[in-house]
């Protein structure tokens, strides 16, 4: 396998880093460019700052997390993995990596680091296991590491699931000797696979799919998992995190192809979405049924998520998990419309309101009907738990589950609570991997999502629907209705909204008709005033039409 390692230099124009030279992986200075005399007096600094390691496609958001970790005054190794073709060359547009000089000034100015290898799907897939350790080798040890598979879809071969699997390999060999953060980068609906369950599979079957795929990488080598998260070699779940995003917008502000204006100048500017939609979203990640908490319909862009990545990388975030738990963090980011750039308090800010959620179990509703009157709570939740429940768990829906696990029983647990608890058969053993729980209050039901057995590897709250989860939510609206029908529960009688009188339509004209017109009384003579002030004319009457005589 070919490997080749750079280091940036402030250069006067744009710079293009060919990552994948016909050279032998070094860490030699000799084959690196060196940075000016001018920054000898930081490499103090240099050597007390931070490492990170970055492991990505070119580009998108691991470009992102990169630059951005090195303006933190972090030495970042960046390991680039393309998928060039066969009929493409080194300097190809798909394994050839640019960044503007302005990026590189900003590093210089932080006192960071960017230095630069990589290797082709087809050296980390066809080579053996001394290929692939030589990741580990050239990564070497580091506070941090930086993961995502933003532009697997782009590699010129058309094979985006070859394409991950070598970014898994890479990440699994670089992840050996990081002592810190952890974090790993994925859309929505990407590695979606319950690591719990994953890990305990693995423990029983010796390796399952991770197997089959460590097969296909190389022979005898190693067994690479299915999944990035679970690439990530730490005994340490509270270092690993999961950054999950909707539909990617947006790219690096370090590439020499950035512009903040459309169409370039014009004398009605148009701003780019990186501009306008600045404000940041985030969201604990749960998934119920088939709607996800952060749904792939939300747009991300790729300035926020890579520079979550590297907050998170850095320390400068950090997002806790219950000590029991062997589950990562896992958050969603979305992006909204906003033109202020995002700080590191408002950052702290947002990951407050979702350890509160958490905290809380408010991250994990199901379902919520808060339009009823109950006034015994102890008697609605009697009737869930030895009438409802049963009844709907005998159902085939239910009962035809024969995979994983599957609700089998509904107890009391407090004072208006009631768990569902899920079990699956685990090495012959009966464990309790998720619960629902029923929560009966003065205005109505809610159920949330709740941890297993926290001594067999299950006590996170499952980021995954359990088995037969939806069929129960669905069930609850109805038994809402029925709790009601019962005498369980009463509705709440909606207000009629009060009906506002009707006003007169206003005349368009000031003009009106003569029946509506006042007329003006005729003031009264007064008594000195003479008869043509009086109105009369003449002093006698005149008789009118008579003859005379």
Not at 303 to 315: I, N, R
Not at 443 to 450: K, M, S
Request: glycine residues 10%; charged residues 20%; hydrophobic residues 35%.
């Amino acid at each position: 396998m070919k490997y080749h390692s750079f280091c940036f230099a402030v250069l006067s124009s744009a710079t293009t880093i060919n990552a994948f030279a016909p050279t032998s992986l070094s860490r030699n200075p000799n084959n690196a460019v060196q940075r000016p005399a001018s920054s000898s007096a930081s490499r103090t600094v240099l050597d007390m700052s931070s490492s990170i390691v970055v492991v990505s496609p070119p580009g998108g958001v691991g470009e992102v997390a990169a630059v951005k970790a090195a303006c933190l005054g972090s030495s970042v190794r960046w390991f680039v993995v393309s998928d060039p073709g066969e009929d493409d060359n080194s300097s190809s547009g798909s394994s050839v990596v640019s960044l503007a000089p302005q990026a590189l000034r900003d590093i210089a100015d932080a006192s960071g680091s960017l230095e630069l290898a990589g290797a082709t799907v087809k050296d980390l897939t066809k080579g053996g296991e001394s290929e692939r350790s030589a990741v580990s080798r050239w990564c070497g040890s580091a506070d941090g590491l930086i993961c995502t598979y933003d532009g697997a879809d782009e590699g010129s071969n058309g094979d985006p699931k070859g394409f991950r699997a070598a970014l898994r390999a890479a990440t699994m060999e670089a992840s050996k000797a990081v002592a810190g953060p952890q974090v790993a980068v994925l859309a929505a609906e990407e590695d979606l696979e319950d690591n719990n369950a994953e890990n305990s599979s693995n423990d029983a079957e010796g390796g399952g799919i991770s197997n089959l795929v460590g097969s296909i990488l190389g022979g005898g080598s190693a067994s690479v998992p299915s999944t990035l998260p679970g690439c990530i070699s730490t005994a340490k779940s509270e270092d690993i995190c999961v950054v999950r995003h909707g539909e990617l917008f947006g790219i690096p502000e370090s590439s020499p192809e950035f512009s903040p204006l459309i169409g370039g100048p014009r004398v009605e500017p148009a701003i780019t979405e990186e501009y306008t939609m600045r404000t940041v979203r985030v969201d604990p990640f749960i998934v119920s049924g088939n709607v996800m908490g952060s749904s792939s319909q939300l747009k991300s862009c790729r300035h926020s998520v890579g520079e979550s990545a590297a907050l998170f990388a850095t320390k400068n975030l950090s997002i806790s998990t219950s000590s029991d738990s062997r589950s990562p963090a896992v958050i969603s980011i979305s992006s909204q419309s906003g033109t202020d750039k995002w700080t590191l308090e408002q950052w702290k800010e947002e990951l407050e309101r979702v350890q509160e959620l958490v905290d809380s179990g408010k991250a994990s509703t199901l379902f919520s009907s808060q339009d009823m009157i109950v006034e015994d709570t102890e008697r609605l939740a009697d009737w869930l738990a030895s009438k409802w429940a049963p009844a709907v768990m005998k159902t085939y829906d239910i009962a035809a589950i024969r995979i994983g696990g599957r609700p089998v029983s509904a107890m009391r647990s407090g004072e208006g609570r009631v768990d569902i608890t899920w079990q699956e058969l685990v090495d012959f053993n009966s464990v309790t991997v998720g619960k629902m729980i029923l929560q009966v209050n003065e205005d109505g039901i809610t159920a949330t999502r709740g941890p297993g057995d926290a001594s067999k590897g299950y006590g996170a709250i499952s980021t995954l629907p359990l088995n037969g989860e939806d069929v129960l939510v669905r069930r609850l609206a109805e038994a809402a209705s029925q709790a009601i029908d019962k005498g369980l529960a009463k509705k709440v009688r909606r207000k009629k909204a009060a009906k506002a009188a009707v006003e007169a339509p206003k005349p368009v004209s000031s003009l009106q008709s003569a029946g509506t017109v006042e007329a003006k009384p005729t003031p009264p003579a007064e008594p000195s005033a003479g008869p043509r002030q009086a109105g009369a004319r003449r002093s006698t009457p005149r008789s009118r039409g008579s003859k005379k005589q």
